[in-house]
């Protein structure tokens, strides 16, 4: 088992729609989370992190841990095209390393 | 003024052949990353150094080689270029090792024929 996976997708979504993206992890021990952004032939960039359980929002941007479930979801609403990118949860382990999931490609299409 | 720049962008070359990746970053920051995203955009990390020592390094062939000559740059040497080093390859830097935040280059597309 990976220790964080993740759907690949392809998702496709009309402008307008809520965007749920979803991680799973196998660690207990891992108490950050966070959601890169990649739009594409770039490289990632840090979207937000979350601390334990519980939600963060930042603007159209919700990040959600529940740790009781190793689950961690990223919400967008009302999405724009300009969301469209691949989307990459990501842990740091005890160890100093960031670990990815295999990030979610997302379109939103006008 | 780019943050994290790596060079070449674009790498075609032959199985075989030895080839080198830069990077430099102009944050101050104390840590330096090599991470390979696949084709299927997995992305791995390979390497970390910190203040020029390797503090990080993953179950990589040794034909990878990094090399810090200063805390702001990191470069990748790759000897005997084989079919599956296609890949792009992300140079990043963080404050230090336990910060949460790292910042990525553009990517190298490399690309072993």
């Known amino acids: 088992q990976k220790e964080v996976e993740q759907d690949p997708g392809p998702l496709s979504v009309p402008e307008g729609a809520i965007v749920s993206l979803n991680c799973t992890y196998s660690?207990?021990?891992?108490?950050?989370f966070m959601w890169y952004r990649q739009y594409s032939r770039k490289g990632p960039e840090l979207l937000m992190y979350?601390?334990?359980?519980g939600n963060k929002e930042d603007g159209r941007f919700t990040a959600q841990v529940d740790k009781s479930s190793k689950y961690i979801s990223l919400f967008i609403r009302d999405s724009q095209p300009s969301d469209s990118a691949t989307y990459l949860c990501?842990?740091?382990?005890?160890?100093?390393?960031?670990?990815f999931g295999q990030g979610t490609t997302l379109q939103v299409k006008p | 003024d780019t943050a994290v720049s790596q060079t070449p962008k674009y790498l075609v070359t032959q199985m075989g052949n030895d080839k080198s990746i830069k990077c430099e970053q102009n944050?101050?920051?104390?840590?330096m990353y090599w991470y390979k995203q696949d084709s299927k955009k997995f992305l791995k990390i390979m390497f970390s150094?910190?203040?020029?020592?390797?503090?990080i390094n993953e179950t990589v062939p040794n034909r990878f080689s990094p090399k810090s000559p200063d805390k702001a740059h990191l470069n990748l040497h790759i000897n005997s270029l084989e079919l599956g080093d296609s890949a792009v390859y992300f140079c990043?830097?963080?404050?230090?090792?336990?910060?949460?935040?790292?910042?990525f280059g553009q990517g190298t597309r490399l690309t072993v024929v």
């Open positions: 979350t601390y334990s359980s």
């Open positions: 660690n207990s021990a891992f108490q950050y």
């Open positions: 990043a830097s963080s404050q230090d090792h336990r910060d949460l935040e790292a910042f």
């Open positions: 150094y910190n203040n020029k020592e390797l503090i």
């Open positions: 990501a842990i740091p382990s005890n160890t100093g390393k960031l670990i």
């Open positions: 944050l101050g920051h104390d840590t």
